[in-house]
């Protein structure tokens, strides 16, 4: 019998052959130089200074952390101040706010869904595939993007309580859910629809106010929207958009809000701070748009696999694990950062290289990732 650290060490061996290995690699300030379309940072505003001066007011206020749970000493008149900028922006009744989107995720699904049923998109994002778990609902996981599976689920289901959710565009394939359709086939069961905006929120509709406003459809009371700070906003944490009682609900018995510390104030304060300047530049989210079209048109006339584009994510899949990330290394000895994405972040047969538009790029660094992906087109990989 194998004692349980060489259990590992075969495990491990077994992810090195099929080309699933992680390894964290730090990273400088620059990205080592390298033109970055990888990280979420959608709007280029991670580093701009007005959230820099933002982070560095609310810390010289509020300190270092939030000292507590939210429930306890974490919720500071900044926490609130974020809270009501989200809700006016996002036009929804409410808002709540967490340390992380995972965080915000959990509590609505697993909360709103718990001992009922759950029906996920077979193409959710991780964060929601646990909240499911914790649920301790009957889960039907129904295939991508198909309406009709959900009605039937629905339909059928012999428990009161039910929950749909669904990612607002997909944080690997970039593509938009069909959430008109989902919100009224909700609506004809009695059950509530949540929409993960992480990739949405800056990016889709009216001055990136999200996939569920671009579709008529905030402030309904069925939908409860979860979204991320760290993304478009540039900063850190996670949020829960719904009616108040809702709201009062994820207060009152929602495991990640009531047991994790409150959100850091510099992050709060950074995330304010983006909601201004989105408020401001509302043409912000239609340049990220359009850079992500454009990187997909290059990858699809050098005879690439990919989608178009609902917002910022642009997939181009390879396949082969072993070449993704050979497809990535060329990349980067071309000067361009990609994401590399591998099961079980995809299915198998579906590894790609993932990347991501941001609004402040030029025209020569879309050229620079043309002859980035020109070399991983010609390049032959042997597993």
Request: glycine letters at 10%; a negative charge; hydrophobic letters at 45%.
């Amino acid at each position: 019998m194998h004692g349980p650290i060489d259990r590992l060490r075969q495990a491990a061996e077994r992810r090195a052959a099929a080309g699933l290995t992680r390894v964290l690699r730090p990273r400088s300030p620059d990205f080592d130089g390298l033109l970055d379309l990888a990280s979420n940072d959608y709007l280029g505003l991670c580093r701009d200074p007005r959230l820099t001066e933002a982070a560095v007011a609310a810390t010289r206020e509020w300190g270092t952390g939030a000292t507590g749970s939210r429930l306890v000493t974490g919720s500071t008149r900044l926490h609130h101040e974020l809270e009501e900028a989200l809700a006016a922006f996002s036009h929804s009744p409410r808002s709540l706010v967490f340390s992380s989107g995972y965080l915000a995720n959990l509590a609505a699904v697993a909360t709103l869904g718990r001992g009922g049923l759950v029906v996920s998109d077979a193409g959710n994002h991780a964060s929601i595939v646990d909240a499911c778990r914790l649920a301790r609902a009957r889960v039907v996981v129904t295939p991508h993007g198909d309406v009709g599976a959900v009605e039937k689920a629905l339909a059928g289901r012999e428990e009161e309580n039910a929950v749909v959710v669904t990612d607002a565009v997909f944080s690997v394939d970039g593509d938009l859910a069909p959430l008109g359709a989902l919100s009224e086939v909700a609506v004809r069961n009695g059950a509530l629809l949540v929409v993960d905006e992480a990739h949405a929120l800056g990016v889709v509709g009216e001055s990136g106010r999200g996939a569920v406003h671009n579709a008529g459809l905030a402030g309904n009371a069925h939908i409860v929207r979860t979204v991320t700070l760290s993304k478009s906003l540039g900063s850190q944490g996670g949020a829960v958009l719904g009616a108040p009682e809702v709201i009062d609900t994820l207060v009152d018995t929602g495991r990640s809000f009531i047991f994790d510390t409150g959100l850091a104030p510099a992050s709060a304060g950074a995330a304010l701070a983006a909601l201004h300047i989105l408020e401001e530049e509302p043409d912000l989210p239609k340049r990220a748009r359009e850079i992500a079209l454009a990187l997909a048109s290059t990858a699809r006339e050098l005879g690439f696999e990919t989608t178009e584009p609902a917002a910022a994510v642009v997939p181009v899949v390879l396949g082969d694990p072993h070449r993704a990330l050979a497809a990535a290394a060329t990349c980067a000895d071309h000067g361009v950062k990609v994401g590399c994405f591998r099961p079980p972040s995809v299915p198998d047969g579906r590894s790609c290289l993932r990347l991501t538009a941001r609004a402040n790029l030029g025209s020569e660094d879309l050229a620079v990732t043309g002859r980035a992906l020109a070399a991983v087109a010609g390049t032959k990989v042997t597993a």
